[in-house]
């Protein structure tokens, strides 16, 4: 069976649009790049078969959409062979997910699926940035850096600590892990207040980009200096007057939601007839209390505010993180140590065996 995304039309500043839904599949990757086609002005020449597509249903099958924009990457004069090549190879599998790796400068590791991004001429950004200002030390032992690096410093930095590496930059690999294991502490949203500024700073007011962040792809929106990331959520479908949620907080305590026109929308609403599963209705915000949800107190801004405050989150978050890295590589070390031990345990046996043939065999000869 197919998989298909729900359609829903908003209003962005008295214009009119209809965009994609996210299913329980979640691909949003595919979604975050469909609907900045749709939305975009500068998109709106190269993006006519899919407008045409979204708009004559209230689904859409993903065999459909990947084939819509299949044929308009093909069409823009502005992708190289090779970009086409991995557009091919790589849209079929978008609706599972895509691996970008950000590195901490605010860039991207050059990947193969950078080139999607490249193809369509649509801007990919993240705010998980370490400021260069208010620590130059640690800046110089994390920006750089990307993600998938960082991890790798770390466990190489446990299995020094074990004794199970050695390597000849081991002083610098476990001062690099400490000063990483102490950003990720501090940045366990994977946005930082340098990267707020960031953001502001490099989008282009009225423009559209795709916001990366825990895994998750975002159509994001700068509008007087402000920014939105698009809803999307299929628990808002009825929702005319969610179409926007803010971005203005590390932790998501000020990201409340918002009207086409960029209107505060009544929170008291949302949280009562977005949706029957609150959860659903929370997707967005993921540090929204889901169990306050369900009663009055969930009707206000406090419905949406961080439990904790976000030193003690990011610490909690972090030695979990930790815990279970470290649980990861003892599992692995084990199961090496077990196997190891027993291919010594069988090859003695078989010595064993052939020895005792051969002394077998010396006797028979002597006899």
């Known amino acids: 069976m197919d998989i298909e995304f729900a359609t829903r039309t908003i ?9 994609l839904l996210q299913n329980n599949n979640g691909p949003c990757a595919l979604l975050a790049l469909a609907n900045v086609l749709l939305l975009a002005p500068r998109q ?26 299949a044929n308009i990457g093909i069409q823009d004069q502005n992708g190289a062979d090779s970009d086409v090549t991995q557009l091919l190879q790589l849209l079929p599998r978008l609706h599972a997910g895509m691996n970008i790796n950000p590195k901490f400068n605010g860039s991207f590791g050059d990947g193969v699926e950078m080139s999607i991004f490249r193809l369509y001429n649509v801007d990919i950004v993240h705010g998980w940035i370490i400021d260069s200002s208010s620590d130059p030390v640690a800046y110089e032992h994390v920006s750089k850096y990307s993600y998938e690096e960082a991890q790798r410093v770390l466990v190489e ?3 020094i600590k ?25 940045s366990a949203t994977q946005l930082t207040e340098y990267g707020l500024r960031h953001l502001r700073e490099v989008l282009v007011e009225k423009s559209f980009a795709i916001l990366f962040r825990n895994d998750h792809f975002s159509a994001i929106y700068k509008n007087n200096d402000e920014l939105f990331t698009l809803v999307t959520d299929l628990g808002f479908k009825s929702r005319t007057d969610v179409v926007w949620q803010a971005l203005k907080s590390v932790n998501g305590s000020q990201d409340t939601f918002y009207t086409g026109n960029f209107i505060p929308t009544s929170l008291e609403r949302t949280a009562t007839t977005a949706t029957a599963n609150p959860a659903e209705s ?7 209390d889901q169990n306050e949800a369900r009663g009055p107190a969930s009707n206000s801004l406090q419905g949406f505010q961080q439990l904790e405050n976000d030193e003690e989150l ?34 003695r046996s078989k010595n064993e065996k052939k020895g005792s043939k051969k002394e077998k065999l010396k006797k028979c000869i002597i006899m």
Do not use: C
Request: glycine share 2%.
């Open 314 to 347: 990011a610490r909690r978050l972090q030695e979990e993180e930790d815990r279970e890295a470290v649980s990861r590589m003892q599992r692995s070390h084990e199961r090496r140590t077990k196997h190891s031990d027993g291919k010594e345990k069988k090859n």
């Open 157 to 159: 930095s446990y299995e």
């Open 11 to 19: 209003q962005i500043n008295g214009s009119q649009h209809k965009i």
């Open 282 to 288: 929370f997707a967005s915000n993921p540090f929204s």
């Open 162 to 186: 074990q004794k199970t590496l050695s390597t000849s930059n081991a002083d610098q690999i476990l001062e690099d892990a400490n000063y990483i294991k102490s950003f990720f502490a501090r």
């Open 44 to 69: 709106a020449s190269v993006a006519q078969e899919l407008i045409y597509l979204v708009r004559r249903s209230d689904t859409v099958y993903l065999q459909d959409l990947i084939q819509v924009l």
